[in-house]
Nanobody
């Protein structure tokens, strides 16, 4: 059983930055990722990173603005978010699962979810 706890969300103005963290009880060899869910919308893929951190994957909407990373020694994953836009407003969820699914942005391979952290970007 893997427990995931997100932190770092908050209120920021458009153009600002935030860094989210996801602390895990144990990474194992899981691929890790971030999803987000805006009010009234589906939960969508944001980014993923392989266990070795040699491969990263991003949704088109965040490419060039967000950077995913992980520190396996600390069992922690990060999402650096720059140049934030109002449409980035959502609850951000940490996820652990299979590379075959997360690398294509599918949530169906996710085995563990965090409870989420709210990011609000004001215009």
């Amino acid at each position: 059983q893997v427990q995931l706890v997100e932190s770092g969300g908050g209120l920021v103005q458009a153009g600002g930055s935030l860094r989210l963290s996801c602390a895990a009880s144990g990474f194992g060899t899981y691929t890790m990722g971030w999803f987000r869910q805006a009010p009234g919308k589906d939960r969508n893929f944001v980014a993923a990173i392989s266990w070795s951190a040699s491969n990263t994957y991003y949704a088109d909407s965040v490419k060039g603005r967000f950077t995913i990373s992980r520190d396996n020694a600390k069992n922690t994953m990060y999402l650096q978010m720059n140049n934030l836009k109002p449409e980035d407003t959502a609850v951000y969820y940490c996820a652990a699962g299979r590379l075959s699914s997360l690398s294509i942005g599918s949530r169906y391979g996710v085995e563990y979810w965090g409870k989420g952290t709210l990011v609000t970007v004001s215009s």
